[in-house]
C-alpha cells in the first residue's frame, strides 16, 4: 500500500530555512510526481509545487517560488522541500502529495501525514 | 490562474439530513474537480474525483454532480462521522483549492 511519512514537527527561528522530507513507500517511487501543499492554521490548502522524481524537473505556484526548494533522492525514495528565509508567515502544517495516476494532471489520492513548521525566536 | 469559490464557509446539520457543498470555478475546469474531506489534525482524504466519481472506499451516501462551472458535492442521510471540513480541488490548470466548508452536527 502506499504510503508517504513525513518528517517531524519542526520549530525554527525567524530567517532561518528547514528542510522537510517525506519518504515513499509501496510503489516505484519514480513512476509519480510529489506534490507539496500547505495549509496555515484555520486556513485552506495551497499547492506550493511538484518534483517529477525520475527527472528532477519541477514547477512552483508562482507564489511559492522563491520560497520553496523541491528536490529528491531516488536512492531512498525520499522528496523533500526546502524553506528558505523564513518568517511568521511560513507557520504552517505543509504535506506531502501523490497523484492518483502517472499523468501529472489529476488529483491527489495518497497524502503524508503532515509536518507542522512553527517559525519563532 | 483559475479561482474556486466554495460555498458555504460553515454548515450545521442535524443526523439524517441531506447537505450540499458547492465550488463555482471562474473558468471551464471540464471534469478536472475533486472532493476532499479533513478531519481535526488529519490530512485531506479523497471523496470524489473526476467531477463525479466515488473514490475507493467511501460510502455511497456521496456523490458529485456537475453543472456547467458549478460543481456540488451531496450528503444523503448525513452520518455523525462526516464532520469535518472538505474542499475542491480543481487540477485542469495547476492545482486551486476551494476555501473549503466546515460542516457540523446541529
Known amino acids: 500500500q502506499v504510503n508517504l511519512l513525513q518528517s517531524r514537527a519542526a520549530l525554527v527561528k525567524p530567517g532561518a530555512s528547514v528542510k522537510l522530507s517525506c519518504k515513499a513507500s509501496?510503489?516505484?517511487?519514480?513512476?509519480?510526481?510529489i506534490h507539496w501543499v500547505k495549509q496555515s492554521h484555520g486556513k485552506s490548502l495551497e499547492w506550493i509545487g511538484y518534483i517529477n522524481p525520475n527527472s528532477g524537473y519541477t514547477n512552483y505556484n508562482e507564489k511559492f517560488k522563491s520560497k520553496a526548494t523541491l528536490t529528491v533522492d531516488k536512492s531512498t525514495n525520499t522528496a523533500y522541500m526546502e524553506l528558505s528565509r523564513l518568517t511568521s508567515e511560513d507557520s504552517a502544517t505543509y504535506y506531502c502529495?501523490?497523484?492518483?495516476?502517472?499523468?501529472?494532471?489529476?488529483?491527489?489520492?495518497?497524502w503524508g501525514q503532515g509536518t507542522l513548521v512553527t517559525v519563532s525566536s | 490562474d483559475i479561482q474556486m469559490t466554495q460555498s458555504p464557509a460553515s454548515l450545521s446539520a442535524s443526523l439524517e439530513e441531506i447537505v450540499t457543498i458547492t465550488c463555482q470555478a471562474s473558468?471551464?475546469?471540464?471534469?478536472?474537480l475533486s472532493w476532499y474531506q479533513q478531519k481535526l489534525g488529519k490530512s485531506p482524504q479523497l471523496l470524489i474525483h473526476?467531477?463525479?466519481s466515488l473514490a475507493d472506499g467511501v460510502p455511497s451516501r456521496f456523490s458529485g454532480s456537475r453543472s456547467g462551472t458549478q460543481y456540488s458535492l451531496k450528503i444523503n442521510r448525513l452520518q455523525v462521522e462526516d464532520t469535518g471540513i472538505y474542499y475542491c480541488l480543481q487540477h485542469y490548470s495547476a492545482w486551486t483549492f476551494g476555501g473549503g466548508t466546515k460542516l457540523e452536527l446541529k
Open positions: 502529495t501523490r497523484p492518483q495516476y502517472r499523468y501529472n494532471h489529476n488529483w491527489f489520492a495518497y
Open positions: 509501496g510503489y516505484t517511487f519514480t513512476d509519480y510526481y
Open positions: 473558468q471551464d475546469i471540464g471534469n478536472y
Open positions: 473526476s467531477a463525479t
